[in-house]
Nanobody
Framework: QVQLVESGGGLVQAGGSLRLSCAAS????????MGWFRQAPGKERDFVAR????????SYADSVRGRFTISRDNAKNTVFLQMNSLKPEDTAVYYC?????????????????WGQGTQVTVSS
């Protein structure tokens, strides 16, 4: 089992920045592929970014590429999502996810472990 706890959400003006953190426990963190997803009201949960354990390769949704950066600190069992140049359309609940595979995936169904979510609200 893997437990995930997100933090760092909040209210920010358009153009601002936030850094989300996700602390993991229960399994060797370096062997987990990590992802971030988001869900806006009335919409499906969408892929945002992922970081593969096998080679630290990253992948981003088109809507956030160039503005968001996913990274990890294996010594602290933590994955981060740095969000810059935020837009009102980035408003959503952001979820951290983990999968017991070293290979990356953009499919939410590929992730077995999920955090409780953290709200990000971007005002115009």
């Amino acid at each position: 089992q893997v437990q995930l706890v997100e933090s760092g959400g909040g209210l920010v003006q358009a153009g601002g920045s936030l850094r989300l953190s996700c602390a993991a426990s229960g399994r060797t963190f370096s062997t987990l592929t990590m992802g971030w997803f988001r869900q806006a009201p009335g919409k499906e949960r969408d892929f945002v970014a992922r970081l593969a354990a096998i080679d630290d390769s990253t992948s981003y949704a088109d809507s956030v590429r160039g503005r968001f950066t996913i990274s990890r600190d294996n010594a602290k069992n933590t994955v981060f999502l740095q969000m810059n140049s935020l837009k009102p359309e980035d408003t959503a609940v952001y979820y951290c996810a983990a999968r017991s595979s070293v290979f990356g995936s953009v499919d939410a169904k590929a992730y077995a472990y999920w955090g409780q979510g953290t709200q990000v609200t971007v005002s115009s």
